[in-house]
Nanobody, 118 residues
Framework: VQLQASGGGVVQAGGSLKLSCAAS???????MGWYRQGPSKLREPVAS???????RYADSVKGRFTISRDVAENTVNLQMNSLEPADTAVYYC??????????????WGQGTQVTVSS
C-alpha cells in the first residue's frame, strides 16, 4: 500500500487545516488514520477510522478534530479546527489491516508538516 498525504501548512492558533491521504495498491486495509510527531517527542496516534466508520481520537484532539473516510476512493481526511501551538508536528498517514489472529503491519505515508503559531 502506498499512502500519499496532502495538506498541512502554517496557521495561526484558532485556525483550521485539513489533511488528506489517498491509499493505492492491492493490499487490503480496513483502518486508516493519522499519527503525529512533535519536536523532541515520540510519534503518537491522533485519530483513526475503520471501513465501517468507527472513529477513535486522542484525548488531546477530541472535539476539535474530525476524521472521515471514503472507502470507495480509499481516502481519509482529517479536519483540524481550533488548532493550538501544541498541535505543531509532522503528521503521518497510517493504514493497516485489523483482524483477529492476523499480525498487524502498518503502512506509512510521507509526513506533512503542520505548524500552529501563537
Amino acid at each position: 500500500v502506498q499512502l500519499q498525504a496532502s495538506g498541512g501548512g502554517v496557521v495561526q492558533a484558532g485556525g483550521s487545516l485539513k489533511l488528506s491521504c489517498a491509499a493505492s495498491g492491492s493490499t487490503v486495509i480496513n483502518v486508516m488514520g493519522w499519527y503525529r510527531q512533535g519536536p523532541s517527542k515520540l510519534r503518537e496516534p491522533v485519530a483513526s477510522i475503520t471501513n465501517s466508520g468507527t472513529a477513535r481520537y486522542a484525548d488531546s484532539v477530541k472535539g476539535r478534530f474530525t476524521i472521515s473516510r471514503d472507502v470507495a476512493e480509499n481516502t481519509v481526511n482529517l479536519q483540524m479546527n481550533s488548532l493550538e501551538p501544541a498541535d505543531t508536528a509532522v503528521y503521518y498517514c497510517n493504514a493497516y489491516y485489523s483482524a483477529y489472529d492476523v499480525p498487524r503491519y502498518d503502512f506509512w505515508g510521507q509526513g506533512t508538516q503542520v505548524t500552529v503559531s501563537s
